[in-house]
């Protein structure tokens, strides 16, 4: 049993600290990041070539579910966190310190793509090494609950970066901060990884895996999740809808706001700052309302609402923008994320096969930010770009909500709660696919 569940949670979910930290630092400072590392003709054309690297990143975040997922279904969810959380922590000090365009030439582009190469490979088990951890220590009907604290760590980091670029933004002159100011928050950053690795040098393993007969090899895992292929596909359409809404409503946001809006720093500061304390409220409330009603009513009615109201709360915002306005649409968004992704964790623990719960889930999470969540930055510039609509961007996050509707109707068809109905209920031994049973002989 672990000894003290509040600290098992600051424990495993403070490498997310970092993680996030670090994402949205670099959506923040987009277009100084542009200017130093990716010089173009124009403020479009920069910044496309910056969150163009930021999704590249991203893109190894299916290969890092793999390899690492199968690593933490081998060895233990302890070892594993701790291995994400150093390569993780090597992509953070690799992007604040690399040397600018003007100083090293096309090597400073290269080597802050190979930081966010590591990053992107880490993160793609993080999130789903660090929710099942959650959910393998929770209290019994609590497993929403628990693993919603996954997502709300990321908004403390959130919060605290906002606060950073705030005071940053107050004590320095624009100029200086588009030139190297961007990088004290990066810094900061650096030294905030020995206390992380302090924390998660002191987790222990959790019960379930421990209590497990035998923990299956890495070939095996690799099989199991082939096998199970329907399920994380099911899996990474239900995580659509999270990964594109928080993508825009953190990285997004400021450079939508400064860019786009015509906002002043501050005020794209100021509204993102307070979405990450909405965020962090929304998460724990919606694990808990699934936890109680079921995931599929939750996934359901946000998607709904995310599907229809997008783009006309974007249309009303851009029409005549304004802080007010700006901050309602996000609180609206904020909404729909939080609620959505607390049901979300629970969810996809509940349906893949426990033997390989950190690949699978880890898996659907990574494909599902990779093609979908991290491109919310370069899809919503595009987009603008393109149609000369600033509204646009609603278009994008319309069609995310689409495969978490169809998923939610697939993987609960007339069922409230995973844990009394179909075969996805049990998905230990689910129809056609390799039980926990056939790994363990």
Same mark, same amino acid.
């Given at each position: 049993?672990?000894?003290?569940?509040? @600290?098992?949670?600051?424990?495993?979910?403070?490498?997310?600290?970092?993680?996030?930290?670090?994402?949205?630092?670099?959506?923040?400072?987009? &277009?100084?990041?542009?200017?130093?590392?990716?010089?173009?003709?124009?403020?479009?054309?920069?910044? %496309?070539?910056?969150?163009?690297?930021?999704?590249?990143?991203?893109?190894?975040?299916?290969?890092?579910?793999?390899?690492?997922?199968?690593?933490?279904?081998?060895?233990?969810?302890?070892?594993?966190?701790?291995?994400? *959380?150093?390569?993780?922590?090597? +992509?953070?000090? /690799?992007?604040?310190?690399?040397?600018?365009?003007?100083?090293?030439?096309?090597?400073?582009?290269?080597?802050?793509?190979?930081?966010?190469?590591?990053?992107?490979? !880490?993160?793609?088990?993080?999130?789903?090494?660090?929710?099942?951890?959650?959910?393998?220590?929770?209290?019994?009907?609590?497993? +929403?609950?628990?693993?919603?604290?996954?997502?709300? !760590?990321?908004? #403390?980091?959130?919060? /605290?970066?906002?606060?950073? +670029?705030?005071?940053?933004?107050?004590?320095?002159?624009?100029?200086?901060?588009?030139?190297?100011?961007?990088?004290?928050?990066?810094?900061? +950053?650096?030294?905030?990884?020995?206390?992380?690795?302090?924390?998660?040098?002191?987790?222990?393993?959790?019960?379930?895996?421990?209590?497990?007969?035998?923990?299956?090899?890495?070939?095996?895992?690799?099989? $199991?999740?082939?096998?199970?292929?329907?399920? #994380?596909?099911?899996?990474?359409?239900?995580?659509?809808?999270?990964?594109?809404?928080?993508?825009?409503?953190?990285?997004?946001?400021?450079?939508? @706001?400064?860019?786009?809006?015509?906002?002043?720093?501050?005020?794209?500061?100021?509204?993102?700052? *307070?979405?990450? /304390?909405?965020?962090?409220?929304?998460?724990?409330?919606?694990?808990?309302?699934?936890?109680?009603?079921?995931?599929?009513?939750? %996934?359901?009615?946000?998607?709904?609402?995310?599907?229809?109201?997008?783009?006309?709360? *974007?249309?009303?915002? #851009? !029409?005549?923008?304004?802080?007010?306005?700006?901050?309602?649409?996000?609180?609206?968004?904020?909404?729909?994320?939080?609620?959505? &992704?607390?049901?979300? *964790?629970?969810?996809?623990?509940?349906?893949?096969?426990?033997?390989?719960?950190?690949?699978?889930?880890?898996?659907?999470?990574?494909?599902?930010?990779?093609?979908?969540?991290?491109?919310?930055?370069?899809?919503?510039?595009?987009?603008?770009?393109?149609?000369?609509?600033?509204? &646009?961007?609603?278009?994008?996050?319309?069609?995310?909500?689409?495969?978490?509707?169809?998923?939610?109707?697939?993987?609960?068809?007339?069922?409230?709660?995973? &844990?009394?109905?179909?075969?996805? !209920?049990?998905?230990?031994?689910?129809?056609?696919?390799? $039980? #926990?049973?056939?790994?363990?002989?």
């Amino acid at each position: 049993m672990v000894k003290s569940r509040v @600290g098992a949670i600051v424990r495993s979910t403070s490498g997310n600290f970092l993680e996030q930290f670090d994402f949205f630092l670099f959506g923040f400072y987009a &277009s100084a990041i542009g200017k130093a590392f990716f010089p173009a003709d124009s403020e479009t054309a920069s910044l %496309l070539d910056t969150f163009g690297v930021f999704w590249l990143g991203a893109l190894m975040r299916p290969v890092g579910a793999i390899v690492l997922g199968a690593y933490i279904d081998e060895l233990g969810r302890r070892q594993g966190l701790i291995v994400t *959380l150093s390569i993780m922590a090597i +992509g953070t000090v /690799v992007i604040a310190f690399c040397p600018s365009y003007a100083s090293i030439g096309i090597a400073a582009p290269a080597i802050v793509l190979l930081g966010r190469l590591l990053q992107g490979f !880490s993160a793609g088990v993080e999130v789903g090494g660090v929710s099942v951890y959650l959910a393998e220590i929770a209290s019994p009907g609590k497993r +929403g609950l628990y693993a919603s604290f996954q997502s709300s !760590s990321q908004q #403390v980091a959130i919060f /605290v970066a906002a606060i950073l +670029g705030y005071v940053l933004s107050e004590l320095m002159p624009a100029e200086l901060v588009s030139a190297w100011g961007w990088r004290i928050p990066f810094f900061v +950053g650096c030294l905030i990884i020995p206390l992380v690795f302090f924390l998660r040098r002191t987790l222990e393993e959790t019960p379930e895996f421990l209590a497990m007969e035998k923990h299956p090899t890495a070939r095996e895992v690799f099989a $199991s999740a082939v096998a199970n292929w329907r399920i #994380v596909v099911l899996g990474m359409m239900i995580a659509i809808l999270t990964t594109t809404t928080f993508y825009f409503v953190t990285v997004y946001t400021p450079t939508f @706001g400064k860019t786009v809006l015509k906002l002043s720093s501050h005020d794209a500061l100021l509204v993102t700052l *307070l979405v990450a /304390v909405t965020n962090f409220i929304w998460n724990p409330i919606g694990g808990t309302v699934s936890d109680r009603i079921g995931r599929k009513p939750v %996934l359901l009615i946000i998607a709904g609402l995310a599907l229809v109201t997008t783009y006309p709360a *974007l249309y009303w915002l #851009v !029409s005549a923008p304004s802080f007010g306005k700006m901050l309602a649409v996000e609180m609206m968004f904020s909404f729909y994320f939080g609620t959505y &992704s607390g049901a979300m *964790l629970g969810a996809l623990v509940e349906i893949v096969p426990k033997h390989v719960r950190t690949t699978c889930f880890s898996l659907a999470f990574a494909l599902a930010a990779a093609l979908f969540g991290t491109f919310t930055p370069f899809a919503s510039t595009w987009l603008i770009n393109r149609t000369e609509d600033k509204a &646009s961007p609603g278009f994008w996050l319309m069609f995310a909500a689409a495969p978490g509707i169809i998923a939610a109707l697939t993987v609960y068809p007339g069922s409230a709660k995973p &844990s009394r109905g179909t075969k996805w !209920s049990r998905p230990e031994r689910p129809t056609g696919l390799l $039980s #926990v049973q056939a790994i363990s002989h």
